[in-house]
């Protein structure tokens, strides 16, 4: 994309991804501002990514393609994911710091274990990498973004879920969405 265009779609739907960010807060279990920026990716299917830094980094090309088909809910859906990223290395952080956590310490230090072999998504050869969505750091993370999602909007069938992820990751989603029910999120 030539860096005028960059720009200017940056500027268009900047307004949409802080909306987006914004409407969830509620969800987020911390109080942090969430930092963020676009990024050309040309995979769009890579809709966002957060490191250790805690800045979500929001793949400009996937916003569009989602735009231009009217599916901007899955980009909330991985924005979602990769805020609960942040949550879960802010319990990192507290945990190792002596903090009292809201997450048990059990999970927060297999947590701590797979960032140190994380698994990535694809392999060196692009294929898809199953052992990626075995890790916990992943499984919570997609277990809380499509929790919220089926709350704010029932339906979502048209969302990414995992082939992999069966009863266990569907009673994970399901207490999530008692909790903010009882909640009254």
């Given at each position: 994309m030539i860096e005028k265009d960059f720009k200017h779609y940056s500027e268009l739907f900047s307004p949409m991804i802080k909306k987006i960010i914004d409407s969830n807060v509620k969800f987020y279990g911390f109080k942090e501002t969430i930092r963020w920026c676009f990024v050309e990716e040309k995979d769009i299917h890579i809709f966002a990514a957060c490191g250790n830094d805690n800045i979500v980094r929001v793949n400009l090309l996937a916003v569009i393609d989602s735009y231009s088909v009217g599916d901007i809910r899955q980009v909330e859906y991985f924005l979602l994911h990769e805020i609960r990223h942040i949550f879960q290395n802010i319990m990192i952080n507290d945990f190792q710091s002596g903090k009292i956590t809201a997450i048990d310490p059990e999970l927060i230090q297999i947590w701590i274990d797979e960032k140190g072999k994380y698994?990535?998504?694809?392999?060196?050869?692009?294929?898809?990498?199953?052992?990626?969505f075995k890790q916990d750091l992943e499984m919570d993370a997609y277990a809380f973004s499509l929790a919220v999602m089926k709350y704010k909007y029932g339906d979502v069938s048209n969302l990414f879920i995992p082939s992999s992820y069966g009863t266990e990751f569907n009673d994970i989603v399901n207490k999530w969405i008692e909790m903010f029910t009882n909640d009254n999120l």
């Open positions: 698994q990535r998504a694809v392999d060196d050869n692009g294929n898809e990498n199953l052992n990626y």
